[in-house]
Nanobody, 126 residues
């Protein structure tokens, strides 16, 4: 029902910035929330940030709070993740996810999201 495509990943030095984009298509009108997750080498996929499609407060993992900003452009059906002050530990594949079946309460849990993008690689050098 919802197709997600991430872009914007790449190689950046520590302290640098990147902006990831997630373009959504399909039944985007049914989307309640969009989230960003990441998976580093040897680690499980972890929550990064969430934004409700209708607005309201955003939510971030403690590890990125104050450095990353999630935003949306409803007209373009696109969600962004602005990443500043990047650290080597931010290196991971970043995934975009969508929840379509109702309001979200457990933002950081993978099972709360029912559509996923293919991921985009972010590499931060020291």
């Amino acid at each position: 029902q919802v197709h997600l495509v991430e872009s914007g990943g790449g190689l950046v030095q520590a302290g640098g910035s990147l902006r990831l984009s997630c373009a959504a298509s399909g039944r985007t009108f049914s989307t309640y929330a969009m989230g960003w997750f990441r998976q580093a080498p040897g680690k499980e996929r972890e929550f990064v940030a969430r934004i409700k499609w209708s607005g309201g407060p955003t939510y971030y993992a403690d590890s990125v709070k104050g450095r990353f900003t999630i935003s949306r452009d409803n007209a373009q059906n696109t969600v962004y993740l602005q990443m500043n002050s990047l650290k080597p530990e931010d290196t991971a594949v970043y995934y975009c996810a969508a929840r379509t079946r109702g309001p979200i309460y457990k933002d950081q849990q993978i099972r709360e999201y029912d559509y996923w993008g293919q991921g985009t690689q972010v590499t931060v050098s020291s």
